[in-house]
Structure formats: C-alpha cells, structure tokens
C-alpha cells in the first residue's frame, strides 16, 4: 500500500512542477511577445534608439529567466533566441529595419515554439 501511495505522490508532485514550469513559460512567452511587438513598432517607425533599448530591456529579462527555463528546455533551443536578441540589438544599432525585423520574426517564432513544447498534448507527453 505503501507503494501506491508512493507512486500517487510522484505523480502529484510531477503534475505540479510541470503546472508551474507551464504557467511560468506561458506568462513569459506573453511578455516576451508583447516587448518584440512593441519594438517591431519602434523600428518600423525608423525610432532605432527605442527599439534598441526594448530589445537590451528585453535581452535581460530572457538571460534572467533562461536560467530557469533550461531546466526543462533543450539548451540550443534556449541558446537560439539568445543570439536572435543579440543579432536585433546589433541590428537596431545600424538602423537596419529589414534584418531587424526578420529577426525578430524568428525570435518570436522560437519564443512560441518554447511554449509549444509545454503545453500538455499527448505528443508532448508521449
């Protein structure tokens, strides 16, 4: 009986954690969205400089919150968006739109398919 008992518990603590992991993920890919939308616009109204400090803002937050992230995520994954950040602030830097915008595009992409991978599907849990 004890076993059981066991077992029940183990699932009830991996439900739990995968809950968190899932509404941590979900309410981040939100805020990371919205920031790359709000800079899209910065950059597509040629204002490079608020685009920039957006996406530095941005950029921070995802290295703060990567950390935990990688804890169920696969670390290329995580490393991708990272550069893609990175590629954006250099390219908000040079004013250049079109690579900027692309860029993020890709980031979102990224950001999504983060959030993709927790949500609880047979395929995901399979």
Wanted: charged residues 25%.
């Amino acid at each position: 009986m004890k076993r059981a008992w066991i077992a029940l518990g183990l699932i009830a603590a991996s439900l739990i954690v995968g809950g968190i992991d899932y509404i941590y993920t979900a309410t981040a890919t939100k805020i990371y969205t919205e920031m790359l939308s709000e800079a899209d616009e910065h950059m597509e109204k040629n204002e490079a400089y608020e685009a920039q400090s957006l996406t530095e803002r941005l950029d921070h937050r995802f290295n703060e919150d990567k950390r935990i992230m990688q804890i169920f995520s696969f670390h290329s994954e995580i490393d991708a968006v990272d550069y893609d950040l990175a590629a954006m602030k250099r390219f908000a830097q040079t004013g250049n739109t079109a690579d900027y915008l692309a860029t993020s595009a890709q980031a979102k992409r990224r950001i999504l398919s983060l959030y993709e991978l927790r949500t609880p599907k047979i395929g995901n849990i399979l």
